[in-house]
Structures are given as structure tokens and as C-alpha cells.
């Protein structure tokens, strides 16, 4: 019977002074080589992605929307419709 491993392997060549700056990084924190490279490579990655997600605005566009927040405009006619007809479909499925 085999067993599957559920950790996949990453291997990357680097030049010598790479190397040397990294093994240098990894001792100085007390880590292995590897286990130095994993967890720089994944905090850096959670920041790239946290980065992506965020919602980015000009300071011009972020002040519209805060003073759309602040104070939204008036409904038109075709919002107020839409609402109605939303609440009317809405209560035929309630009841």
C-alpha cells in the first residue's frame, strides 16, 4: 500500500552568490535553508495577493465615493420600480 503525500516540491537553480545570501539569511534566523525559502516565498506571496485584493482609488475617486456614501442621491423613478417589483416578487415567494 502506498502512501500519497499531500506536499508538492518546489526547486529552483540560483547562482552562487544567491545561494550564499540565502544559506547566510536562513542560518542567521535559525532555519534551514528550506524551510527559510518556504516561508519567505509564502509571506511574500500573501502580500502580493492581499495587495491585488484591495480596492484601489485615486484620492479623487476615493472622496466621490465617501461622499456617495455620505449623502446618495435621490432615487429614480427606475430604482423606485425595480424596488416594487422586487418586494412584489418577494412576498409571493414568502407566502
Not at 508538492?8 to 544559506?23: C, I, N, P
Not at 495577493?49 to 455620505?70: N, P, Q, Y
Request: aromatic letters at 6%; zero cysteines.
Amino acid at each position: 500500500m502506498s502512501v500519497k503525500s499531500n506536499n508538492q516540491r518546489v526547486a529552483a537553480r540560483v547562482s552562487e552568490k544567491v545561494y550564499a545570501t540565502l544559506s547566510q539569511a536562513a542560518e542567521l534566523t535559525g532555519a534551514t535553508l528550506n524551510q527559510f525559502l518556504v516561508q519567505s516565498a509564502y509571506e511574500k506571496a500573501q502580500q502580493i495577493i492581499e495587495k491585488e485584493r484591495s480596492v484601489k482609488m485615486t484620492e479623487r475617486s476615493a472622496t466621490a465615493f465617501f461622499e456617495a456614501l455620505e449623502h446618495p442621491p435621490e432615487p429614480t423613478e427606475k430604482l423606485k420600480k425595480a424596488v416594487r417589483r422586487y418586494r412584489k416578487s418577494n412576498n409571493a415567494i414568502e407566502h
